[in-house]
């Protein structure tokens, strides 16, 4: 695979490292009350990181719906405090709010992304970007635990597996958890094809440009991809996808 990243292996890391991502940022907002306090009520009692960083990716995967439609040309929808209030969100917007709760309860986390061919999207979600089933920039974060990165993607809650019959990905704080590549029925689910990252806060203005450069070799207009894209979301109730 193309670009996978080699640097969560086991070892310490240098603290200067660590303390990029344990900062809060600008869309990593780990110090707004909301938060901080939904990581401290999730981690109460919890002694050891490993332990705290499976309660968060549980929350996150299965309280924060998963919502192909949740909007996406808005910055401020990509704020881990407002994803936490609306409660759903995409891959990316998930993955976000795992990076800001772990920081806030002491534990670094990194944002990460991939490119996927992800073989079981909806006609109305490949229409809105470009009528492929390639879906760029999928996020997924890493979680530092016991001295090493850890993968997390916590993109699809259990409802919605269990709707959809994808299998749900089960973190246990030590090995990797990723995207399975085939469904339940053994049909073929998501293909990692090129990593981008690691990064310490979500890169806006780098997505948005690559999303533009990947209109282009589509031979699609972005503004129209991007109102078509608009026009389908407005339409379409949040969870499919």
């Given at each position: 695979m193309a670009?996978?990243?080699?640097?969560?292996v086991q070892g310490d890391a240098p603290m200067p490292e660590m303390a990029r991502y344990l900062k809060c940022t600008e869309f990593v907002d780990c110090d707004t009350k909301s938060v901080a306090e939904k990581a401290e009520a999730l981690t109460e009692g919890l002694q050891t990181d490993r332990e705290k960083a499976v309660a968060l990716y549980y929350f996150v995967r299965d309280e924060i719906r998963h919502n192909a439609?949740?909007?996406?040309?808005?910055?401020?929808h990509y704020k881990a405090s407002v994803i936490l209030?609306?409660?759903?969100?995409?891959?990316?917007?998930?993955?976000?709010?795992?990076?800001?709760?772990?920081?806030?309860?002491?534990?670094p986390a990194r944002l990460g992304f991939v490119d996927v061919n992800d073989y079981q999207l909806s006609e109305s979600f490949k229409q809105m970007i470009g009528g492929i089933n390639v879906f760029p920039f999928h996020g997924f974060a890493e979680l530092f635990v016991d001295g090493r990165w850890v993968h997390a993607s916590p993109a699809y809650d259990l409802e919605t597996c269990r709707r959809k019959r994808f299998i749900p990905v089960d973190f246990d704080?030590?090995?990797?958890?990723?995207?399975?590549?085939?469904?339940?029925?053994?049909?073929?689910?998501?293909?990692?094809?090129?990593?981008?990252?690691?990064?310490?806060?979500?890169?806006?203005?780098?997505?948005?440009?690559?999303?533009?450069?990947?209109?282009a070799r589509l031979g699609i207009d972005w503004d129209e991809l991007k109102d078509a894209g608009e026009q389908v979301r407005r339409r379409k109730s949040w969870g499919d996808g």
């Open positions: 670009g996978e990243p080699t640097n969560h439609y949740a909007a996406l040309y808005d910055p401020d209030e609306a409660g759903n969100g995409i891959c990316q917007q998930k993955s976000i709010l795992l990076c800001a709760l772990a920081r806030a309860a002491g534990i704080g030590v090995n990797d958890a990723k995207d399975s590549q085939y469904t339940e029925e053994g049909e073929p689910h998501i293909e990692h094809l090129e990593y981008h990252g690691p990064y310490e806060d979500f890169p806006w203005d780098e997505i948005l440009s690559y999303y533009k450069e990947w209109a």
